[in-house]
């Protein structure tokens, strides 16, 4: 069974060894390295991890981008447990929170290798704002 809960200090190595996994291991990011070994918790209003098996296998972030606008980070998933819904729950959670806080959009970024996060994004009602080499920005209103 999964469990989606907001982020706690004690989680900082397993969500570094997740970011690592999935960017540097699986997608070949190896210029994001020593971004992806910094958690740097005050950078983002609220950061969700998704838990299985007491492993963190799925992370969730938004930070401020303006008065308006709040910018999804940190969408991983563990390969091994994506096409479950876990990203969706995370999404639904995370998406009542910036609500709250009265956004009027949401800005995601991705790239081009993360085909399944960019499916998820069209699935969830994003629209292509911008695409320039492999970059994809997705924005939503609510």
Known sequence: MYKIRE???KDKEQIIELWLDVCVEEFHFQKWKNDMVKLNE???EKIL??????KIIGTMAYKKNSNDIAELKRVY?????RGKGIAKKMYML???II??????EILVETWEEFDSGIDFYYRNNFKLKLKDNKRYVFALNI
């Open 7 to 9: 982020y706690d200090v």
């Open 42 to 44: 005050d950078e983002y």
């Open 49 to 54: 991890v998704a838990i299985f098996d007491e």
């Open 77 to 81: 998933i563990h390969k091994d447990h």
């Open 94 to 96: 995370i998406s009542e």
């Open 99 to 104: 609500k709250e806080c009265k956004y009027k």
